[in-house]
């Protein structure tokens, strides 16, 4: 299993990015599909999470409202739309797969065993 993040770089605060997810090696259609962050010095997080089959997603209140995660089933692909970006969403961004993942541990970065490279996303003030 291969996920490939991209679509990061630096925007000034107010500004938009969608970052993209490639999934490649298997089906994915029952696997949970997550985005994840991490600052320096800082654990890595929970963003946004989508359930392959159905639909279902689930948002870290911080960015409800401003970010969107979707899915492409044609393509294999999620993404995150980012909207209203702040400096304090500067991060490493992750993207992460996992099959089975229970409602209770959507946000749980253990629960994903798979894992893109990351994608560098710098707000500026």
């Known amino acids: 299993v291969q996920l490939q993040a991209s679509g990061g770089g630096l925007v000034q605060a107010g500004g938009s990015l969608r970052l993209s997810c490639a999934a490649s090696?298997?089906?994915?259609?029952?696997?949970?599909m997550g985005w994840f962050r991490q600052a320096p010095g800082k654990e890595r997080e929970f963003v946004a999470a989508?359930?392959?089959?159905?639909?279902?997603?689930y948002y870290k209140d911080s960015v409800k409202g401003r970010f969107t995660i979707s899915r492409d089933n044609a393509k294999n692909t999620v993404y995150l739309q980012m909207n209203s970006l702040k400096p304090e969403d500067t991060a490493v961004y992750y993207c992460?797969?996992?099959?089975?993942?229970?409602?209770?541990?959507?946000?749980?970065?253990?629960?994903?065993?798979?894992w893109g490279q990351g994608t560098q996303v710098t707000v500026s003030s």
């Open positions: 992460a797969g996992g099959n089975g993942i229970i409602t209770s541990q959507v946000r749980a970065p253990s629960a994903y065993d798979y």
């Open positions: 090696g298997r089906t994915f259609s029952t696997y949970t």
């Open positions: 989508i359930r392959w089959r159905g639909g279902s997603t």
